[in-house]
C-alpha cells in the first residue's frame, strides 16, 4: 500500500500502446497558444477592509456555527450525505460572501452524468478557497483526500475526520495503509473521489510536479479520471494571507481519461499524461 507515495518504474512499450491505444482518453486539443497577459486587477484599500472586516469574520462564523452541526450529525450520518450537504451549504455561504462567481466550462456533461466506472477529480490547488467552490458545483456526494496536518485545524479538521473524507500522511504513508483500503473500498463501491495531485497548494500560482503515486487508487479501481482546472484562484487568495480580492473565476472540465487496463505500474505515464491535459485546459484563454 505504501505505493500511494512511491512509484514503481512504469513498463514503457506496455504503457505507451496501452495510453496512445485508448481513443476516449486522448487529451483534447485546447489552443496551443498562451492567451496575452491580462492586467491584474488592482484591490486596494477598500478591498483590504471589505476581506478583513467583513468578509474573513463571517467565514470563521459560517465554519464555527456548521462545523459544530456537522460533529453532532456525524454521530447520526451513516452514509455521510448529511454532512456533505452541510459542507455544500457553508461552501455555498462562502461562495456567496466572496462575491466571486465561478463560470463552469469544458466538459460539464461528465459533472451531471455518472458514467458506468467509478471515477476520480484530479484538481489544481492554488487557493484555501479551491474546496469551496468544489463542494458548489460538483453537484454530487464525494470524498476528498486532505493532507495530515489539517487535522489540526479545528471544526474543519473534525469535519473531514468524521465525514469519511481520506487522510493521507505524506510523511509517514504506513500509516495511511487503513485510510487508503477504506477509499479503494468506497472507490470500487461508485464513490467518486477528489484529489490534488500537487499534494498541496502553489506558492506561486504555478502548477506544481505531481505527487508520485498520485493516481494509484485510481489505477487500482480502473476508475476513469476527470482533470479540472481552476483559473484564478491564486489571485483570488494565495497563501500566507487572508486578504480575499473578489473577481470572477472559471472551473474548466476536461475529458475522461480511462485507466481500464493499466497497473501500478503505470501510474507514472498515467500522471503524465493527467498533467498535461491539466495544463493544457488551465493555460487556455479565458472564455468569459
Not at 51 to 56: F, T
Not at 134 to 147: A, D, E, G, S, T
Not at 221 to 245: E, G, R
Not at 261 to 267: P, W
Request: charged share 20%; hydrophobic share 45%.
Amino acid at each position: 500500500m505504501n505505493k500511494i507515495a512511491t512509484t514503481a518504474e512504469p513498463e514503457k512499450e506496455r504503457t505507451e500502446s496501452r495510453l496512445h491505444g485508448d481513443k476516449g482518453s486522448e487529451v483534447p486539443a485546447w489552443p496551443a497558444e498562451r492567451p496575452p497577459l491580462q492586467r491584474r486587477r488592482r484591490h486596494g484599500w477598500l478591498s483590504h477592509l471589505r476581506s478583513y472586516i467583513l468578509i474573513d469574520p463571517l467565514i470563521w462564523v459560517y465554519t464555527l456555527v456548521l462545523g459544530t452541526v456537522s460533529l453532532i450529525a456525524s454521530f447520526f450520518d451513516r452514509d455521510g450525505r448529511m454532512q456533505h450537504n452541510l459542507a455544500r451549504a457553508w461552501s455555498w455561504l462562502i461562495m456567496k460572501t466572496i462575491l466571486s462567481p465561478v463560470t463552469v466550462t469544458g466538459n460539464n456533461a461528465v459533472l451531471r452524468h455518472p458514467g458506468a466506472k467509478p471515477r476520480v477529480y484530479a484538481v489544481t490547488h492554488a487557493s484555501a478557497l479551491d474546496i469551496p467552490i468544489l463542494y458548489v458545483n460538483l453537484p454530487f456526494q464525494f470524498r476528498i483526500i486532505f493532507k495530515s496536518e489539517l487535522l489540526a485545524y479545528p471544526f474543519v479538521g473534525w469535519h473531514l475526520k468524521r465525514s469519511g473524507q481520506v487522510c493521507i500522511n505524506q510523511q509517514n504513508p504506513s500509516a495511511s495503509v487503513g485510510a487508503i483500503k477504506s477509499a479503494l473500498k468506497s472507490l470500487r463501491k461508485g464513490m467518486p473521489l477528489v484529489i490534488f495531485p500537487e499534494g498541496g497548494r502553489t506558492r506561486d500560482g504555478q502548477i506544481q510536479p505531481f505527487l508520485p503515486g498520485a493516481f494509484f487508487l485510481a489505477i487500482k479501481s480502473q476508475a476513469d479520471i476527470v482533470p479540472i482546472a481552476l483559473v484564478d484562484t491564486f489571485d483570488l487568495l494565495p497563501m500566507n494571507t487572508y486578504h480575499i480580492k473578489c473577481q470572477p473565476l472559471e472551473m474548466r472540465v476536461g475529458e475522461v481519461i480511462s485507466t481500464e487496463g493499466l497497473a501500478v505500474a503505470d501510474t507514472e505515464a498515467v500522471s503524465a499524461k493527467v498533467k498535461a491535459a491539466i495544463e493544457a485546459l488551465h493555460s487556455a484563454p479565458r472564455t468569459t
